[in-house]
């Protein structure tokens, strides 16, 4: 029955229109306030969540999960049988082997060359390890010859417009390793091979938009002089984040091929300082964000102690009739705990439904042509939205302990004699 008691001086304290209604408006504007900063909080993070997770997406989707790779320059001999056995190994679920090489190349034979990084793959199964077709914009993954002789390439995007806006059916031309050193020695180029783009690639990843060509690996083999060897091979799991059981020491691909000279590593590794720096923003954004809410819990503080002021004959009766200061406190810590409480749920709903509405329909839309993303890509996480609700909470709380504690230390006589 206390507690009722409590529950209910506490609602018609908030509501009050007496003298100072202007505590009321405050309220509504901390219940706002606080509305407005979970709201923002949840979106932002969720649509963080979505750009971090459509970027792994399409780096794992352009890359695979694990490249197992041989220190020697001259290539892993016996490729084959290194690829039976990676594909034997529980869990894996393709494997494709590579031979890749950095160079330059130009739209014209004697043109402005441009860095690239030529890689050769296998096409009867780079489908079992990488999504490459889903980002072909345009053309196809045709990497065989044509009826002239002339091999197919695959460019990335930034890359075809660095070489002079090519498109798909032209031709580039693309030499063979380079090596600077004996270039500007002999001030002579390595031998030179004509492509012809078959398609034109976009990951949305400007490392690889930008430097990426994809050949056949037995046109790669040949330009390395390296018949019947690879530089390495790409693996797919079923479970891309354990990862580490088979990349570490000791671990699946050791086990398999022994080690040394072998040498493996996952896709975290490979971007660990890129995913570091997005986790880092992440909580960046949540600090700064958090601000809102803690603009309007100072607020709270605000409008309680006015409302202590306004009161203070009020307290005085109550506790001439018996309520304790324990009383007194709880009612004045309910009025905060109501407006925190409010205002979280509505920004909780409006936040998790706008991004629920994003991720479906797709309202906030962006040309495909010019951006990777069609639209704002939105991942809402649970453990978000608690740990935004918690720390609304515990903000909210703390701003109503200051108010409600001076208010409990009201002496009943001197409250009365206040007016």
Known sequence: MLRKFEHFIAFRYLLTRKKTGFISLISVISILGIAVGVGALIIVLSLMNGFTKELRTRLVGMDGHI???YPLDRGMPNYKKVEKTLGGINGVTGVSSFCSFESVAAAQQRG?????????????TIDSVSDIRNFISLGSLDISKDEEGIPGVIIGSYLSRSLNNAMVGEYIYIYGRVDMETMFEDMTLPPVKKFRITGIFNSGYYDYDSAVALIDIAEAQRILNM????????????????????????????????????????????????????????????IVLSLIILVAAFN??????????????????????GATNKS??????????????????????????????????????????????????????????????????????????????KAAELAPVDAIRSE
């Open 67 to 69: 490249w197992v790779s």
């Open 112 to 124: 402005r060359p441009v860095y690239v990084i030529v890689r050769g793959i296998d096409e009867t």
């Open 227 to 286: 018949e019947n060897m690879a530089s390495g091979i790409v693996l797919k799991l079923d479970n891309m984040f354990r990862v580490d059981h088979y990349t570490r020491e000791n671990g699946l691909i050791d086990q398999a091929l022994g080690g040394t000279p072998f040498f493996s590593e996952n896709w975290i590794e490979k971007n660990q300082i890129l995913f570091r720096w997005m986790k880092l923003e992440k909580w960046a954004a949540f």
């Open 300 to 321: 709270i503080v605000s409008s309680l102690i006015m409302m202590v002021m306004d009161k203070t004959k009020e307290v005085g009766i109550l506790k001439s009739m």
């Open 328 to 405: 007194i406190e709880r009612i004045f810590v309910y009025q905060g705990a109501f407006v925190g409480i409010s205002g979280t749920i509505m920004g909780s709903v409006l936040g998790t439904v706008f991004c629920l509405i994003q991720d479906k329909y797709r309202i906030l839309s962006f040309p495909p042509d010019i951006y990777f993303i069609s639209a704002l890509p939105m991942d809402l996480q649970i453990s978000d939205v608690v740990s935004i609700t918690l720390v609304a909470l515990f903000l909210c709380w703390l701003s109503s302990y200051y108010p409600a504690k």
